[in-house]
T-cell receptor, first 113, second 113 residues
Framework: SAVISQKPSRDICQRGTSLTIQCQVD?????MFWYRQQPGQSLTLIAT?????????ESGFVIDKFPISRPNLTFSTLTVSNMSPEDSSIYLC??????????FGSGTRLTVV | GQQLNQSPQSMFIQEGEDVSMNCTSS?????WLWYKQDPGEGPVLLIA?????ELTSNGRLTAQFGITRKDSFLNISASIPSDVGIYFC?????????????FGKGTKLSVKP
């Protein structure tokens, strides 16, 4: 399967600040996704990161709060902006490859204080 | 939209016991996936099912794709302490346009040595 490197693995941030999470894949993939997993909850899709164009956001998630970049087929970033304690979650990068299916990064555990 | 109803929500078992969990939906799925998530990690694929009626094993794990295509179960035989974690069922989001997965709420498994 594709190997995903996600950084940072965890962070504690002050409210009102922003954090950028990086997702690096060891091969070119068509589809990259960003999920959020709130404490004790399941995974919820934030957006699909589209290479060369704006990300496609799910209902309830907006670009101003979660700007996403995808400059090429192996890399994407998710920024959590103007953070509040409600943003404390695990953020997960995922990719889809026709050969290997869906693969997930190890996640970024964010705590906002 | 599509939803996956996963049960039970949590299980507390003795080492050596067998475990069964299931996932149902009001919608038809053409693929069922079972993931395990260890603390501080992203989900890892355990078993993928692609055909109605399919029964697939991976070591002590067995999963079946229901004949109606609206349900799936996962069995773990002779549980061991490292089976502890959260198990998620997942399927492709046919109701959306992004090609992402939707997830059940998870089954949290605790194993007492």
């Amino acid at each position: 399967s594709a190997v995903i490197s996600q950084k940072p693995s965890r962070d504690i941030c002050q409210r009102g600040t922003s954090l950028t999470i990086q997702c690096q894949v060891d091969s070119q993939v068509t589809m990259m996704f960003w999920y959020r997993q709130q404490p004790g909850q399941s995974l919820t899709l934030i957006a699909t990161a589209n290479q060369g164009s704006e990300a496609t956001y799910e209902s309830g998630f907006v670009i101003d709060k979660f700007p996403i970049s995808r400059p090429n087929l192996t890399f994407s970033t998710l920024t959590v902006s103007n953070m509040s304690p409600e943003d404390s979650s695990i953020y997960l990068c995922s990719v889809y490859d026709r050969g290997y299916g869906y693969t997930f990064g190890s996640g970024t555990r964010l705590t906002v204080v | 939209g599509q939803q996956l109803n996963q049960s039970p929500q949590s299980m507390f078992i003795q080492e050596g016991e067998d475990v069964s969990m299931n996932c149902t939906s009001s919608s038809i799925f053409n693929t069922w996936l079972w993931y395990k998530q260890d603390p501080g990690e992203g989900p890892v694929l355990l078993i993928a099912l692609y055909k109605a009626g399919e029964l697939t094993s991976n070591g002590r794990l067995t999963a079946q794709f229901g004949i109606t295509r609206k349900d799936s179960f996962l069995n773990i035989s002779a549980s061991i302490p490292s089976d502890v974690g959260i198990y998620f069922c997942a399927g492709p989001n046919y109701g959306g346009s992004q090609g992402n997965l939707i997830f059940g709420k998870g089954t949290k498994l605790s194993v007492k040595p």
